[in-house]
């Protein structure tokens, strides 16, 4: 059974460019967060895609935007990069259940982004 | 003032060592509470998963969690240096639509 797996591993761009980072969920699930970690710190939620739409959104700028496909897969755009915006960009996947509820999550091993 | 605080070590134990990690919380509002371990440059691995107060035993790992006091732990019995890595607490109002609140993670480093 194939975990959440993403890609690219690592990538690296300059200010102002623009970056896609793909995602697909493990087996089954049908939720796809994304949370970005930068070093030393904790992963920060960013958004959650369920049935093609954001469900839920931190407390990142429009510059991060998202897609979801049908197949659950999904995109995380980050647009007009800055220096801080270097961090491990991690894609979690769950199941959303019949009345809403929704099994933990469980991480890919992520993608490494480096702004210079 | 973070709404997940945890000590982030490093926290260095001989192998064999009963370890305890913690965290506290503000928000009364979480229900679950989840312990990932993340090694050096992978994503987090979940190792347990917990609702509300109470504890959890699985092998070497028990995870407590004390909602009146906002404090969960976990605890790692007969420590191996496979264990060394950073643990990170996380936790979610509840299990359904809604975004993980992690602490800054604990580094293990247990000495063979």
């Known amino acids: 059974d194939a975990g959440v797996t993403q890609s690219p591993t690592h990538l690296i761009k300059t200010r102002g460019q623009q970056v896609t980072l793909r995602c697909s969920p493990k087996?089954?699930?049908?939720?796809v967060s994304w949370y970005q970690q930068a070093l030393g710190q904790g992963p920060q939620f960013i958004f959650q895609?369920?049935?093609?739409?954001?469900?839920q959104r931190g407390n990142f700028p429009d510059r991060f935007s998202g897609h979801q496909f049908p197949n659950y897969s999904s995109e995380l755009n980050v647009n007009a990069l800055l220096l801080g915006d270097s961090a491990l960009y991690l894609c979690?996947?769950?199941?959303?259940?019949?009345?809403?509820?929704?099994?933990?999550?469980?991480f890919g091993p992520g993608t490494r982004l480096l702004v210079l | 003032q973070k709404e997940v605080e945890q000590d982030p070590g490093p926290l260095s134990v001989p192998e064999g060592a009963i370890v305890s990690l913690n965290c506290t919380y503000s928000?009364?509002?979480?229900?679950?509470f989840m312990w990932y371990r993340q090694y050096s440059r992978k994503g987090p691995e979940l190792l347990m998963y917990?609702?509300?107060?109470g504890n959890k035993e699985d092998g070497r790992f028990t995870a407590q969690v004390d909602k009146s006091s906002k404090y969960i732990s976990l605890f790692i019995r007969d420590s191996q240096p496979s264990d060394s890595a950073t643990y990170l607490c996380?936790?979610?109002?509840?299990?359904?639509?809604?975004?993980?609140?992690f602490g800054s993670g604990t580094r293990l480093q247990v000495q063979p």
């Open positions: 895609y369920y049935e093609e739409e954001e469900r």
């Open positions: 087996s089954g699930h049908d939720t």
């Open positions: 917990t609702y509300s107060s």
């Open positions: 928000n009364s509002a979480f229900q679950y």
């Open positions: 979690a996947s769950s199941l959303s259940g019949p009345r809403g509820e929704q099994e933990t999550q469980y």
């Open positions: 996380a936790m979610s109002p509840d299990t359904g639509r809604r975004a993980l609140t």
